[in-house]
Structure formats: structure tokens, C-alpha cells
């Protein structure tokens, strides 16, 4: 669980079951003003529950100590200027606007500090029709602040208490607004996440890649846990941590279009190192467009628990031009002869991703991606050229590339890094290369490497790229 979030989902449900509030999930959560969601609602969710609420059409006094001492304070600010806010209006069976409210200063309790339109229109049976307000005081928000509410159209939907124009307490009255006070609190102070979770955070590292599928896009979802971080329990001498993982994916719908949960065991060695990962890959066919990801891993033993939302974008690879798949960074690629199956598998390849994308010194990188839509000659013969483009602190002695199959064309220093070409030849329009970085020479730095292949048989010789970045750690 992060430290600071844009609200809290705790006060957005009980606020939407309380006031018939529509609420939209969609950038973290977003609050849309419609019938029975308004600028209450924003704050609500923000400060929380007011220590004391009056209204136009019920007013309450402030009884509560630390309550009045919040409304004394702003009295005393304003000063004279309350009679700007109090001072007596009289209406003689017409229509009139201004500002202040027809009480004496004597008897004002339970009204707001900051100035609010008036606007009366006496009927003929005596009665009066005026704006409705509503104020909100928070007595340890930032020292005690005051928050007035107006509805405008008497529709029932609240906005902030506008600034009384051509006052001459202008400044002031700025100074107070409603609209201003909330904004400068929320910048001092961000919306905590107070959700108990039941149990403290777990380091989590995550980071995704999407490839062609048989369905559209396989997206690929890499997570890694520090093993150290994990409770142990022994059966049988052995000594196992274990993690509780769960992978929801929702549409534009915020429709669950794929799930996968699973309950993971690992033998912990006696000799297990700082930093050693907990790695788990889930792979998920959709179809191109933007997608809702949810993730929660949680440790069984030591009830320790992450979570994760966000957004992915899938690529739409189709079935012409030339394309390059994502770039997934790997711990270790190995070539199988077996025909297991397994999450790790990429046809003979078996790929481990790093989903800290950190390494240590003298760990080597490897690279894998794929290209899809190649040009075949008149023999059936693709031909291309991949160039890597690797930038850092020192590009001098940044790296060699060792893996790979083809034909290197040569090595050069670029204005910010060192590219390495090679020519590649095949006959299929769909390849998958792996590639090694021996970065050994480098220390304590974060490296960007580009891909970027042409297409040497295709008219035009058209090209596509994609980058990466990850960390040498000591």
C-alpha cells in the first residue's frame, strides 16, 4: 500500500451509499459532479467527516469547544469586515440581491464566516425564497478551517461559496474563500491512504511487456518479491516461503475479462542472498486497447500484502508492415530441448524475467523481444538489420553484445552511447532473438538500451524501435 493516494475509497463508498453519489473509477478515482455528488463530496473524501455542519434551513450552534475556537479565530480575522457579512437588509415586496443575511451581530450562531449572496423574493402569502448554504468546520484540518457551500440553482447541487465581487474587503475575502482555503490544505497536506490493509507493506516489483497472441496481444505481467522479506515455515525438515498472488484485468467496462490467482511455494535455501526474487509471470491473450490491471500479492505467514492498480496499453501488431514486440528484460535465458510447457517458456526458450530490472555487478542482462511481419525474398529469405543503441554515464565501456545470431556489421561511438549493428537472415516473418549484455565494466549506473530493426528486404526498408531501461546495482 502506498503512503499518500488522491482519496479515500473507504469515504467514496460510504459517500456514494449515503448521498446516491455517482462515482467513476477511472484514474485512480475520480469524482463526477452529477445529482448527489458535488463539492461536499469532494471534500468530504478528502478531510473526512466535519466536526460540526449548519445550514441555511437548520442552523446549528458551534457548542463544541474546539469548534468555537476555529470559528472565533475567523471572526477575529474578519473584524469589521462581518458587517459587510451580518449587516441587516430589509425587503419590501420586491426581488433584491446582495450580500449578508438579516441578523443582527448579536444574535448571529451557527451562520458561516464568509460572506454569502442574498437574494429574497417575498410572495404574497409572506414567505421568502433565498440561496441555500451549508458550512462545514473542521477543527484539527490544518488548524481549524471553515468551508461554505452555495447551491446557485437551487437544484440541490453545492459548489464553494463564491468571493463577493466588488467588495471592498476583496482580499480578504479571497484569502477565505472556501474554493482557496481547500486547495492550499491539499497541497500542504496530500489524502492519506489509511486502509487497513491487515498487514504492513511488502517490497513489490512489477513491470509488464505485450507480444503478438493468437487472440490479438499476449500481455505479459512480471512480479518479484524479495524472498527476505517472506515469513518461513518448515515441513519435513525443508524450510519453504510461500505468497499468495491474485491478477485481475478489467476492460473499459470495468469488466473482468481475465483473472489468474495462485498460491506459490519455494524451497528457501540456507545461503539465499539480499535482493534474491520471489519471480512469478502470468500471460493473458486480449485484444489491442487499454485495460484496468489489479494485483495484490500477500505472504501467508507474515501477513505482509501489496497492492497494485494501474493502466496498460496493448499494441494492435497486425499482420502487415513490420513490427517489434516489447522489450522484457531477463535474468536468464536458457535454451531447452524438452517440450515442457510451462509460464516461462517462449517455444525452446526459457525466459526468467527480472522484474526489478536491477542487477548486480558482473550479472549479465539478456534482452528478449520478437519481430513479426518480415519480407520474404524470391528464395523465401528474410533479411534485416538490428542496431543497439546502449546510453549511459560512460559509453566508452558500456557494454559487449554476446548473444545473438548474425553477422556483426560493426561498433560505434555515438554523441550519447554506443550503437552495436548486426545482420540477421531467416525464413520465417516471425523471429524471436535473445540477446546478453556483459556490462561488467560499468558500476552503480542506470543504462537505456534501444532496438531498433530494419527491414532490409521490404520496400523502403521500413523500421521500428523500442527501449529499456534497468540498473547496475553494486
Known sequence: PTPTTRVNERRVEHYRRVHHARVNYS???????????????????????????????????????????????????????????????????????????????????????????????????GSELGYKWEVWIYAEVAGGIEVTFLDPTGKGLYDYAPVPPNSINHALWSSLAPENVVARVANRTPSIYNYDYGGDPLDFYLYTADFRDEKGTGLEVYMGVPVDQLGRKEQDGVVYASLDREVVIYNSSLQAVFRDSVQAQEIVPGDVSAGTLMVDQVRAGLRPGKYFMAIQVRDPVSKRIQVHKGYVELEAYGDLGLRLSDLEVAGLVTER???????????????????????????????YYELYNLVRDSFGQTKYRVDYTLKGSDPSSIARVLGGVGRLLGRSTQKDGVRVSYEHSGQSDWESIYISLDVSPVEGDELEVEVQVTDLNAPGKPSDAKTVRFVLGD
Not at 509460464?343 to 542482462?365: A, C, D, H, N
Request: proline share 5%; net charge neutral.
Open 337 to 367: 530441448e524438452d517440450e515442457e510447457v510451462g509460464k516461462f517458456r517462449k517455444g525452446v526458450l526459457e525466459v526468467i524475467p527480472m522484474p526489478s530490472k536491477t542487477f548486480v555487478k558482473g550479472q549479465t542482462v539478456y534482452l
Open 27 to 125: 484514474e485512480g478515482i475520480e469524482v463526477h459532479h452529477g445529482r448527489g455528488w458535488d463539492r461536499r463530496g469532494d471534500v468530504y473524501i478528502r478531510f473526512g467527516h466535519p466536526d460540526h455542519q449548519s445550514w441555511s434551513d437548520y442552523l446549528v450552534f458551534e457548542t463544541d469547544e474546539k469548534v468555537a475556537r476555529v470559528k472565533n479565530r475567523l471572526n477575529a480575522i474578519a473584524g469589521e469586515a462581518l458587517e459587510e457579512v451580518y449587516r441587516s437588509k430589509h425587503v419590501h415586496g420586491q426581488s433584491q440581491s446582495g450580500y449578508g443575511v438579516e441578523f443582527a451581530i448579536a444574535e448571529i450562531k451557527g451562520m458561516p464566516t464568509f460572506p454569502i449572496p442574498s437574494r429574497r423574493s417575498v410572495m404574497a402569502n
